[in-house]
């Protein structure tokens, strides 16, 4: 059985509002302190001074946020968002500057105009933007009823649940049958493919990729109730070696054909095990968890940088083709390689992990004489993509993304390759009228996946399992990331996610029923 600490106290704050008022008086106070940090910075325009302001502020933000912290926090959807929007943006100017300056000996101005194509101003003018994006988001969020947040809660709290470890384990077998189908079957590929091997590689969303992804996220998701299970019982050692091997697969089969994927791997495991099993973030044994994963992680990113800078691996390779040729282990036998990989990784993180360039390059290069933008076009292509091609085939005649904004900036950025991101694509689509239409959008992508929980039929386990699927998005992905997938996974949500309600109510052995005594 699976217990709640402070399970009351909880309840009390969302049912009085207290809690979401205070939250948002506490979050409008930070973004209006940080509109005015970054307009100081635009006028100043020191990196050194930029970095120690940047730190203050997380330091400040971190012992702060602290009274208002709950494990149920990332169904605040928004306001997850905005908060790793944020916190993230300043955390890798902070991490980008220490790199370049330590490591390469040059300033991180220089790393700007060479790689990103801007300047230190128009990098905080794009800051001041993306706050402003931020506020908008939670003003239209607070329009949405308290309902359906407060429903969120409740159902991902799991009370007098009991699941049943046997059938977990069942349908994590499931999952690796199925996910071993997708590698024999060679459909399964690698970053340089597009994550799949397709007779139309120009349609990457066909219902069965994004139901494997489904599966997938699935995977993940049962591991993790199969480890909390296990807490509550005897945690035997056949069923460590058999969770050790599952999330091997999983990280492999999740993980390997897109870099970034790793990270999002560990991100989903890590608050959905603490959404679960209530249990504090912080402790001295999780901070030895969380530095070993970040190892790695590390690890795995110079790995497969590795891979890609050496071309070990065609875009026409299958991940099992990929094993089959074994190329890609010479990174673990071959010392010149692996001191290559590594070389290539440093100069990767000098300027991969860079954000919110993408939005100062348009400021940067924005043409003076017409203030030109696509009126939408972004948007509206964005949406038509989400249909699946049996329904539209002509979907794929459209162009969205960098493609698109190509039309309408001089930045080379956008003729090379840089990081999507909404904040950005609304002011290319919209100019400043994106800081209006675009946040409203996210929140009715936001209220719809709230609405799906609140439906009576959606178990508190799928539920939680919802929160899954979207926290990549809302969390390392805030600052990257198109509304094609932001469509696509609230598509993908409204199609499969009743087959997986039916899978999720097979291991549960008793209804549970919320108890709240006064």
């Known amino acids: 059985m699976i217990k709640i600490e402070n399970l009351n106290e909880n309840f009390d704050e969302v049912k009085d509002k207290s809690y979401f008022r205070n939250l948002n008086n506490f979050l409008y106070k930070f973004l209006i302190l940080n509109i005015i940090i970054n307009l100081l910075l635009y006028y100043i325009s020191n990196e050194i001074f930029a970095v120690i302001t940047y730190v203050v502020i997380l330091i400040f933000f971190f012992i702060n946020f602290r009274v208002y912290f709950r494990n149920f926090f990332i169904v605040l959807f928004a306001h997850c968002l905005v908060l790793f929007l944020i916190n993230l943006t300043y955390l890798t100017f902070i991490g980008t500057f220490l790199v370049n300056n330590f490591i390469f000996n040059r300033s991180l101005e220089d790393t700007m105009i060479n790689f990103f194509y801007c300047d230190l101003q128009t990098y905080f003018l794009a800051n001041i933007y993306i706050l402003v994006y931020s506020f908008s988001i939670i003003i239209f969020n607070n329009l949405l009823p308290s309902y359906y947040k407060i429903t969120a809660i409740k159902k991902i709290s799991f009370i007098d649940l009991v699941l049943d470890k046997k059938k977990i384990f069942i349908l994590i077998l499931l999952c690796i049958f199925f996910e071993l189908f ?32 489904f599966v997938v996220i699935f995977h993940i998701f049962l591991n993790v109730i199969f480890l909390v299970s296990c807490e509550k019982t ?216 709230y609405k799906i929980i609140s439906i009576k039929k959606i178990l508190s386990v799928s539920s939680v399992y919802i929160v899954a699927i979207l926290c990549p998005l809302i969390t390392i992905r805030a600052i990257e990331g198109t509304f094609i997938d932001w469509f696509i996974i609230m598509r993908n949500i409204i199609l499969f996610i009743f087959l997986f309600n039916f899978l999720l109510s097979f291991i549960i052995q008793k209804k549970f029923e919320i108890k709240n005594e006064n």
């Open 182 to 213: 997708f590698y024999l079957t060679d459909m399964v590929g690698s970053q340089q493919s597009g994550g799949f091997i397709l007779k139309n590689q120009s349609d990457k969303s066909t219902w069965y990729t994004q139901f494997y992804i």
């Open 234 to 449: 005897k945690f035997i050692i056949y069923d460590k070696l058999f969770l050790f091997v599952s999330f091997v697969l999983s990280l492999i089969f999740f993980g390997f054909y897109e870099r970034r994927l790793i990270i999002i791997f560990f991100v989903i495991n890590f608050f959905i095990y603490f959404l679960i099993s209530k249990k504090k973030i912080f402790s001295f044994k999780k901070i030895l968890i969380y530095l070993f994963s970040f190892f790695i992680i590390l690890q795995s990113f110079a790995f497969l940088n590795t891979i890609r800078a050496l071309t070990l691996v065609s875009g026409t390779d299958s991940l099992r083709t990929i094993i089959q040729k074994g190329e890609i282990f010479s990174y673990f036998k071959d010392e010149k390689i692996n001191k290559y990989g590594k070389s290539e990784f440093r100069e990767n993180l000098s300027f991969r992990m860079f954000n919110n360039h993408e939005l100062a390059t348009l400021f940067y290069y924005q043409r003076q004489d017409s203030k030109e933008t696509l009126n939408g076009e972004l948007l509206l292509n964005s949406f038509i993509k989400m249909i699946p091609a049996v329904i539209y085939p002509e979907k794929n005649k459209l162009i969205a993304g960098e493609s698109l904004i190509m039309k309408i900036t001089d930045s080379p950025l956008y003729r090379l390759d840089t990081v999507d991101s909404l904040h950005s694509y609304s002011y290319a689509d919209l100019g400043f009228l994106g800081l209006v239409i675009y946040p409203i959008v996210v929140n009715i992508v936001f209220f719809v996946i």
